[in-house]
């Protein structure tokens, strides 16, 4: 996967939101990375996942606070829940 993506997750496991609760948050974190991993590896092929995958690096490299970034993940991963439920 992606540096920019990896570090995001990171800063998220490192949050202390994350370490609060760390099974449920954890546990959602954890989902969502293996889910961007699959779009990852869809992006090889095809450009239209290519173009989802830009769109998430843009987001978490942005100068934003965490959840600012984590809040505008949510209209692209619901685009890519639609893709991938379609093919």
């Known amino acids: 996967m992606d540096a920019d ?7 998220c496991r490192a949050d202390p939101r994350y370490r609060q609760q760390p099974e449920v948050i954890g546990a959602m974190i954890d989902k969502i990375e293996e889910r961007f991993e ?5 992006g090889d092929e095809s ?12 987001v ?5 606070p965490l959840m600012e970034r984590a809040k505008a993940l949510t209209s692209v991963l619901e685009e890519m829940q ?4 379609r093919g």
Do not use: M, N, P
């Open 5 to 11: 993506v990896e570090r995001f997750f990171e800063e």
């Open 60 to 64: 978490v490299t942005r100068k934003e």
């Open 82 to 85: 639609t893709r991938g439920a």
């Open 38 to 42: 699959k779009f990852y590896l869809a």
């Open 47 to 58: 450009a239209s996942w290519q173009d989802i995958w830009d769109r998430i690096r843009e």
